[in-house]
């Protein structure tokens, strides 16, 4: 079978044009041996199957981060390329282009944003530009779909070239070869190009970005509470608590058994938050609220990825987060953290070194609480005015630039600058926001599911043997003596491992004090994260890593707890 690959700078619109190429059948993993992904699917060409693979963005063969190397090392394979090119920016991108001729693998030139070129007084010379490089070179519009059939077309006569640099340097060349395809003309400034310079300028920027932010949320939390509230709750319990109970009544009832599938019974009812059945909690937890928050975050997400918000939110925060180790782009994991944490650790991978994303994962584990978690803190202080939810941030605000400073300073290892393209608002693809998002809700599935089935059904284990009773009778006087809670709040704090949101909603009952709601609130937010976070955190980071951010987030907990707990009491 022959492997097509997918070559470009980042933010060419590689996607999109994969999207166009590929169904819906798409499979993104990991290239072996790292945490760099990418994303393949397959397409028919005549008789044909073949491999389109989506290689990850890289300006260069010459690799200067993980990215990079894999994107070389993929070229190995590769049967037959096409080198994506942002027609609005052809001279930053022929520097990949040249790079890939010399390979001498079959290869097509495409211009995507052919049409902006027109509206930026760009006016290119195909024919030409196919004469000196030696290839075909396609015009393509990938919102449109403009060129896409004669781009497959022409796949049979991709061909090797006889470029050469002569005596020139790589850049002269490419110099050259601009100024004898390209004539710019003179041409008003359009209005996304007004609106992408007031958007990067940071006295414009942070409140258009403020306000952004803002509305996403909001679309998310009403996307979110509508989806559980007008179809998971209605499934859940007009549906399938029927049949629970029927099973309840045929495992007896009660007993250990029936306590794993089924879990505890709450004044002889079956409750969907607090039972922790792996068929009635575990199910519920990632599906009936946990998942609404994620499909709506994942969408707003792809559609701020595909109008091209995300760099100028990472060129605004990027001192911010220098202060912390990271560079601007490490908001992302932190965005996604208030969604759902599993993707979020992922999303690390958008930092070049190890020492950047653990201090990443580890603040965003600390501070960033998931949406489910976040609401449930607005239900359970929310009666008290926007003071205690202030209150609450505020510390978790403070933690994080605290915490970060301390670890950018003492973790060993690099932090890099940020380089990224600035690409023009463009209007976004749905199909590929769609694709996007049906990818990273089946990701979740993956890594998530399976872990918290798995704790659902620790814990039950562990209640079943009086573990747990064991633990809250040895931690209990020292968690109360230091954070001021009542005893009957520390079982709330151990199931925190296994749910934040829940154990937050099973601080409701206990009839909290305003100062105790607050430290509650906190210590679960960054004490330990949950199982399934947990699981990746250890399939991203390592086994020590992991342990080392785990006693970072216990100590910190303890810390901060016990401070505040002196700090409200006056």
């Not at 060419?12 to 041996?33: E, H």
């Not at 390979?103 to 049409?115: A, Q, R, S």
């Not at 996403?216 to 709750?233: A, Q, V, Y």
């Not at 060993?412 to 769609?434: D, H, L």
């Amino acid at each position: 079978m022959q492997k097509l690959l997918l070559m470009g700078n980042p933010n060419v619109g590689k996607s999109a044009i994969f999207s166009r190429l590929t169904g819906v059948n798409i499979i993104s993993s990991n290239y072996p041996g790292t945490t760099v992904e990418f994303t393949r699917g397959y397409m028919n060409f005549g008789n044909e199957k073949i491999e389109v693979i989506d290689v990850p963005g890289t300006y260069t063969l010459e690799p200067t981060c993980k990215a990079e190397e894999v994107a070389v090392e993929m070229l190995k394979d590769g049967s037959l390329m096409i080198n994506v090119i942002d027609a609005t920016n052809l001279e930053r991108n022929l520097g990949l282009t040249l790079q890939l001729l010399e390979k001498k693998i079959p290869m097509l030139v495409v211009l995507n944003f052919w049409d902006e070129t027109k509206h930026k007084g760009i006016e290119i010379d195909i024919k030409k530009l196919e004469e000196i490089l030696g290839i075909p070179v396609i015009t393509t519009n990938a919102l449109t779909g403009e060129g896409i059939k004669e781009l497959v077309e022409k796949f049979s006569q991709a061909r090797t070239s006889v470029y050469s640099y002569e005596d020139a340097t790589r850049w002269q060349q490419i110099g050259k070869i601009v100024e004898d395809v390209q004539v710019l003309h003179h041409r008003h400034h359009r209005f996304l190009e007004f609106i992408g310079d007031i958007s990067i300028n940071p006295f414009t920027g942070i409140p258009i970005g403020i306000v952004i932010l803002y509305l996403c949320f909001s679309i998310i939390r009403f996307i979110g509470e509508g989806l559980i509230g007008k179809l998971m709750d209605p499934l859940f319990h007009k549906i399938w608590e029927p049949l629970m109970v029927k099973l309840s009544v045929f495992l007896g009832s009660g007993g250990i058994i029936h306590n794993i599938i089924i879990g505890h019974l709450i004044n002889g009812k079956i409750d969907f938050m607090q039972s922790f059945g792996l068929l009635t909690t575990g199910l519920y937890v990632e599906l009936g609220a946990v998942l609404p928050y994620v499909f709506a975050f994942y969408l707003i997400l792809g559609v701020l990825e595909d109008i091209g918000y995300l760099p100028r939110m990472g060129v605004l925060l990027d001192r911010l987060m220098h202060m912390v180790g990271l560079h601007g782009m490490g908001f992302i994991p932190m965005l996604l953290g208030f969604g759902c944490k599993v993707p979020a650790i992922l999303a690390t991978r958008v930092m070049e070194t190890k020492k950047e994303r653990f201090i990443a994962a580890t603040l965003m584990c600390m501070t960033v609480p998931c949406a489910s978690q976040t609401a449930m803190i607005f239900s359970l202080i929310g009666k008290y005015g926007p003071h205690g939810i202030f209150i609450v941030f505020g510390v978790l605000f403070v933690v994080w630039i605290t915490v970060g400073m301390i670890l950018s300073r003492y973790v060993k290892g690099e932090a890099m600058e940020m380089f990224t393209e600035m690409p023009p608002y463009r209007v976004p693809y749905i199909p590929a926001v769609a694709k996007k998002l049906w990818m990273r809700i089946l990701a979740f599935f993956k890594d998530a599911f399976p872990l918290v089935m798995l704790g659902v059904f620790l814990v039950n284990i562990l209640y079943s043997f009086k573990i747990f009773e064991i633990i809250e009778k040895v931690v209990s006087p020292a968690m109360t003596k230091v954070f001021g809670l009542p005893a009957e709040a520390i079982g709330s704090l151990l199931v925190g491992f296994l749910r934040k949101d829940v154990a937050v909603g099973m601080l409701i009952p206990l009839n909290l004090s305003f100062r105790q709601m607050v430290i509650s609130c906190v210590v679960l937010s960054i004490s330990f994260p949950c199982i399934a976070v947990f699981g990746v955190l250890t399939k991203e980071l390592g086994v020590k890593d992991m342990i080392k951010a785990s006693l970072i987030m216990i100590f910190t907990a303890f810390l901060v707890g016990g401070f505040l707990n002196l700090v409200l009491a006056v």
